[in-house]
């Protein structure tokens, strides 16, 4: 949407696409969260990497505060804006182009019909029940990891959740290094036959600061398999993912794209995407491309905060 030469660093040309230095459109609070949180960009790609880190973050946490009071007094909350017309670079959860950014799945993940947060405020862990029906003998597990992943704590409890309800749970009592650091929450909520119903992830640190250390993660092996087949509404791609390696692979993100990395498929919409890999995890993602979208050869590329870059041919 830009000259390459615009591309880096940001200018008047980003002004032209929402990037402003004064108005309702101001962009200097996120620019100075950015720098304090996860230090200056290095470039753009440097730049892309923090910005969808935030957007998930943060339009994940306007919604999980939303639930946190659900009814008592929330009962809506307005988001401006959903989609720009106009090629833009802020204030959205899917571009123009139908590609879709951290803020979409971000928000996706908080308004889950049944889901589990964690109140970050308190720390205090908690079940919102969207739907009309009772959810009985529900597990919520919670793992804590430290920067290196090696594990801090680990607690349960059995949780009955009426209808539109939110249901708070126990608190976590973090050691003394893992709140003043930055550690990593893992949070599970199954049904009573073992079947998960919604998982959440997050990385917290007392000072926000501490967050910069993120920067240091090692990279992290993921390894995706695919496999497509055409159904009436197009192609449908079950992604596989795991990690087999010791620490955290933060914030994937799976891109279907032409060929030998040729353009992105657009629209292409993932059941969920800018996910987290604790040691260990797997993860099965479906992919659906319209019909006539997905004709010719095509590939996953993953991509992260520290994952190790992949691309793997979509087998049809």
Request: net charge negative.
């Amino acid at each position: 949407m830009m000259p390459e030469a615009d591309l880096w660093p940001p200018n008047d040309t980003w002004a032209y696409h929402d990037w402003h230095a004064d108005g309702g459109g101001r962009v200097a609070p996120f620019v100075a969260s950015m720098e304090g949180q996860y230090g200056p960009p290095s470039g753009l790609a440097d730049f892309v990497r923090k910005a969808q880190m935030m957007n998930y973050a943060g339009h994940r946490a306007m919604f999980e505060g939303f639930n946190a009071h659900l009814w008592e007094p929330n009962s809506g909350r307005l988001l401006w804006m959903s989609q720009p017309a106009w090629p833009s670079m802020s204030w959205q959860l899917f571009s123009h182009d139908y590609d879709t950014h951290g803020a979409y799945f971000g928000a996706k993940k908080a308004c889950e019909p049944v889901h589990v947060q964690l109140n970050l405020p308190d720390l205090v862990t908690m079940v919102v029940n969207n739907t009309t029906s009772p959810l009985k003998d529900l597990t919520l597990t919670a793992r804590v990891f430290a920067l290196d992943a090696q594990p801090i704590l680990s607690r349960n409890a059995v949780i009955l959740a009426g209808p539109n309800m939110a249901v708070s749970a126990f608190p976590l009592d973090l050691p003394k290094e893992a709140a003043e650091g930055v550690s990593f929450v893992k949070l599970e909520l199954r049904d009573a036959q073992g079947g998960l119903l919604s998982d959440n992830f997050y990385w917290h640190a007392g000072q926000s600061s501490s967050l910069r250390a993120l920067n240091d993660l090692p990279e992290a092996p993921v390894a995706v398999t695919t496999a497509g087949k055409q159904e009436g509404d197009g192609l449908h791609i079950v992604v596989e993912v795991s990690h087999p390696g010791p620490g955290i692979a933060l914030m994937n993100k799976l891109t279907l794209r032409r060929a030998n990395g040729g353009p992105r498929v657009l629209p292409a919409y993932a059941a969920d995407n800018y996910f987290s890999l604790v040691p260990g995890e797997r993860r099965r993602i479906e992919i659906i491309c319209p019909a006539g979208a997905a004709d010719g050869d095509l590939e996953i590329a993953l991509e992260g905060w520290n994952a190790r870059p992949a691309v793997v041919r979509v087998q049809k």
